[in-house]
């Protein structure tokens, strides 16, 4: 099964649905934009690296959320909006084809606190 495998830095924080929640139109969409920029241009570059060719959906996506501090973070705060949307659509542009949709993208997130660093680790696996 093929696979691409993602590292986002501590730099290009995970945003959960509460962080977004209730920003006016104009300002969700310059962080929405930033964010996708920021991660495009750390993934696009981590793609080149691992020689790595665009993936043919079905995919699952595996995304790990690294975090130092121990807060209680709420799982489903980061299953939906925020950057695991961000993520999805910024890499449907350049790491698997057939879109987001349900039928295409099955993502399994995880969180884990007190880690050694904050970042996000992106696991995308064909399904075939």
Partial sequence: MKELIFNLPEAIKAVSANDVKGMNYMKLSKKANKWKLDAWLVLKSQM????????????????????????????????????TKWLIDTLKSFAFSGGDSH?????????????????????IRERR
């Fill in 103 to 123: 039928k295409n993208v099955i993502p399994k997130i995880k969180i884990i606190e007190g880690a050694d660093e904050t970042a996000t680790v992106i696991r």
């Fill in 48 to 83: 080149r690296k691992q020689k790595g060719v665009m993936l043919k959906g079905p995919v699952t996506l595996n995304i790990v959320y690294f975090f130092k501090v121990k807060k209680g973070r709420d799982y489903d705060n980061y299953s939906g909006g925020g950057s």
